[in-house]
């Protein structure tokens, strides 16, 4: 079983830190961020802080995770499980602040979800 779980490790934690560094940077730019009137009521003022968020927690921890996992470093399974922490956590701040909203945002949000508890789930493995 471990022989599948660290080649899939790899992979979702280089996806994972690929598009939210990608995701991050387009938030704090307002390259690709949704209207700033989601953020009314919530702790936010712009998209600055979830794009820092998204881009060190996630995206650093995630790419992180992946030269640790491919250096076969002893702690690449929990930097791993961080990364899949730290997504589940940002999606569920970002359900709770913006709503999940009908279309892409809603499948986006799912997806992530979804993403981070695939990768906890194999980094309890590794």
């Known amino acids: 079983m471990k022989r599948i779980v660290r080649p899939l490790l790899l992979f979702f934690t280089a ?10 940077i387009g938030l704090m730019t307002g390259w690709n961020a949704p209207p700033p009137e989601m953020l009314d009521g919530s702790p936010f003022t712009g998209y600055l802080v979830p ?4 881009f060190a927690l996630v995206g650093g921890t995630a790419g992180a995770a992946f030269v640790m996992l491919l250096r076969r470093h002893a702690r690449g399974g929990d930097a791993a499980f961080a990364a899949g922490v730290f997504i589940i956590v940002f999606e569920t701040v970002e359900v709770a602040v913006i709503g999940a909203p009908a279309g892409i945002a809603r499948t986006l949000q799912v997806f992530y979800l979804s993403l981070g508890a695939v990768i906890v789930s194999l980094a309890r493995r590794a």
């Open 51 to 54: 794009g820092l968020a998204l």
């Open 15 to 24: 996806f994972l830190s690929l598009t939210a560094l990608t995701g991050g």
